[in-house]
């Protein structure tokens, strides 16, 4: 299997990979104009990205490709509807960088409380302000307000309980039983939490749904003087909206993300909200420790091994969650060579289409069961005809229930 890592990756993962007896290419300065050209070049079977785009042309640039893995948790760098429509697995590697995302967060937490990057800023310069640097909230007995409650966000409230305060949360699938068993308070909505929180961390993926999700009303419901961190994507949080709030209300921000956000290499970039006082901002480093890379490393070798050794592809993001299927075929049969195929013969006769199947087999391998689900019901002829095949020992149909 040959696969290209057209990204930095940690060197125990590369071994891994060969180990597996994978033939290895690492273009660790690829960027998302050179993935195209690379994946021509290369013609893997499995492409591995940490940072750097896959864009629709470098997918159908393809020709061999049947995986890709995201080496971390967010997917939003890959056109996941373009390797969709190819029939390309993509994966990611969730809850690996978990505490490494948490241990950011925090330090800018703590940074928009005691001003350190400015406190250090002035130093460098020669400068003495105790007075102004000695006027800070504290975060003891104060409220943290925490945006999306998966991996990232359980370890930024486990820490703010450490910390003393008292945690809020919001998450479309929490509930008040989970919150209490979490040790945490759950908002009703965005804007109950937006209001009772001192300091606010958000930690939800970028979809079509979470962008935006922090607008100018959640900004509005604020405390004057309040802070918040973004660790996410720069997608989710409205950037004009924040930067009114931060002039206008005194919000301080901690930013390890933001809009329109450039490449991995070394370049310009100057937005509005990083100028303003009071923000503070790292460069998309959330996940980059050794600790955090090293685990990513592995999980993305385990999806490649599992892949290997039997076509399963763990944390598949693509597979469809609902499809057309209408009725399900299940036939009892002799696991004898053209069973299935005498099926979809027939299947194929009738203009009705496979949605999905299993094939499973019984202990002795002597026989089998395969269930197929289907777009339309069979008619008799059909059925009198899948029965013509001796291997075939019955089957039914049933109408499925819409999921």
Same mark, same amino acid.
């Given at each position: 299997?040959?696969? %290209?890592?057209?990204?930095?990756?940690?060197?125990?993962?590369?071994?891994? %990979?060969?180990?597996?007896?994978?033939?290895?290419?690492?273009?660790?300065?690829?960027?998302?104009?050179?993935? *195209?050209?690379?994946v021509r070049q290369h013609d893997p079977d499995v492409l591995i990205v940490r940072s750097t785009k $896959?864009?629709?042309?470098?997918?159908?640039? !393809?020709?061999? &490709?049947?995986?890709?893995?995201?080496?971390?948790?967010?997917?939003?760098?890959?056109?996941?509807?373009? !390797?969709?429509?190819?029939?390309?697995?993509?994966?990611?590697?969730?809850?690996?960088?978990? $505490?490494?995302?948490?241990?950011?967060?925090?330090?800018?937490?703590?940074?928009?409380?005691?001003?350190?990057?400015?406190?250090?800023?002035?130093?460098?310069?020669? #400068?003495?302000?105790?007075?102004?640097?000695?006027?800070?909230?504290? %975060?003891?007995?104060?409220?943290?307000?925490?945006?999306?409650?998966?991996?990232?966000?359980?370890?930024?409230?486990?820490?703010?309980?450490?910390?003393?305060?008292?945690?809020?949360?919001?998450?479309?699938?929490?509930?008040?039983?989970?919150?209490?068993?979490?040790?945490?308070?759950?908002?009703?909505?965005?804007?109950? +939490?937006?209001?009772?929180?001192?300091?606010?961390?958000?930690?939800?993926?970028?979809?079509?749904?979470?962008?935006? +999700?922090?607008?100018?009303p959640f900004l509005h419901a604020m405390k004057t003087g309040a802070s918040i961190v973004n660790t996410?994507?720069?997608?989710?949080?409205?950037?004009?909206?924040?930067?009114?709030?931060?002039?206008?209300?005194?919000?301080?921000?901690?930013?390890?993300?933001?809009?329109?956000?450039?490449?991995?290499?070394?370049?310009?970039?100057?937005?509005?909200?990083?100028?303003?006082?009071?923000?503070?901002?790292?460069?998309?480093?959330?996940?980059?420790?050794?600790?955090?890379?090293?685990?990513? *490393?592995?999980?993305?070798?385990?999806?490649?091994?599992?892949?290997?050794?039997?076509?399963?592809?763990?944390?598949?993001?693509?597979?469809?969650?609902?499809?057309?299927?209408?009725?399900?075929?299940?036939?009892?049969?002799?696991?004898?060579?053209?069973? +299935?195929?005498?099926?979809?013969?027939?299947?194929?006769?009738?203009?009705?289409?496979?949605?999905?199947?299993?094939?499973?087999?019984? $202990?002795?391998?002597?026989?089998?069961?395969?269930?197929?689900? &289907?777009?339309?019901?069979?008619?008799?002829?059909?059925?009198?005809?899948?029965?013509?095949?001796?291997?075939?020992?019955?089957?039914?149909?049933? #109408?499925?229930?819409?999921?």
């Open positions: 299997m040959r696969v %290209l890592i057209a990204d930095k990756f940690q060197a125990s993962g590369v071994h891994a %990979l060969e180990h597996l007896g994978c033939d290895v290419t690492v273009e660790p300065d690829a960027t998302a104009t050179d993935v *195209a050209a690379l $896959v864009s629709a042309d470098a997918i159908s640039a !393809a020709t061999g &490709l049947s995986l890709i893995v995201r080496a971390g948790a967010g997917f939003d760098t890959i056109d996941v509807d373009a !390797a969709s429509a190819r029939g390309i697995f993509v994966a990611n590697c969730p809850g690996k960088n978990s $505490v490494a995302v948490a241990e950011l967060a925090w330090g800018l937490i703590l940074a928009c409380d005691r001003r350190i990057p400015d406190q250090t800023i002035d130093l460098r310069a020669g #400068r003495w302000n105790k007075k102004d640097y000695s006027k800070a909230h504290g %975060l003891h007995g104060r409220t943290l307000g925490v945006v999306g409650l998966g991996q990232i966000g359980l370890e930024i409230a486990k820490r703010g309980r450490a910390f003393g305060m008292t945690v809020v949360a919001w998450s479309r699938s929490l509930t008040e039983k989970r919150a209490e068993e979490l040790g945490v308070i759950a908002c009703s909505s965005l804007i109950n +939490l937006a209001k009772m929180s001192d300091v606010v961390s958000v930690n939800v993926a970028a979809t079509s749904e979470t962008a935006g +999700l922090i607008g100018a996410s994507r720069g997608s989710v949080i409205d950037e004009p909206a924040l930067v009114a709030a931060v002039r206008d209300k005194g919000i301080r921000a901690g930013l390890d993300v933001f809009a329109n956000e450039p490449g991995a290499s070394a370049d310009a970039f100057s937005p509005e909200i990083a100028s303003l006082p009071g923000v503070y901002g790292t460069h998309h480093v959330g996940a980059s420790t050794d600790q955090a890379q090293e685990a990513i *490393a592995a999980e993305a070798v385990r999806i490649v091994s599992r892949y290997l050794a039997c076509g399963e592809v763990p944390n598949c993001v693509n597979r469809a969650t609902t499809t057309l299927a209408t009725h399900m075929l299940t036939v009892r049969h002799l696991n004898r060579p053209g069973v +299935l195929a005498h099926v979809f013969y027939t299947l194929g006769q009738g203009g009705i289409n496979v949605e999905e199947m299993e094939n499973i087999i019984y $202990v002795g391998e002597k026989a089998a069961c395969a269930r197929i689900q &289907l777009d339309a019901p069979l008619s008799e002829a059909h059925l009198t005809a899948i029965r013509a095949n001796d291997n075939v020992l019955s089957l039914d149909v049933t #109408r499925m229930r819409r999921r």
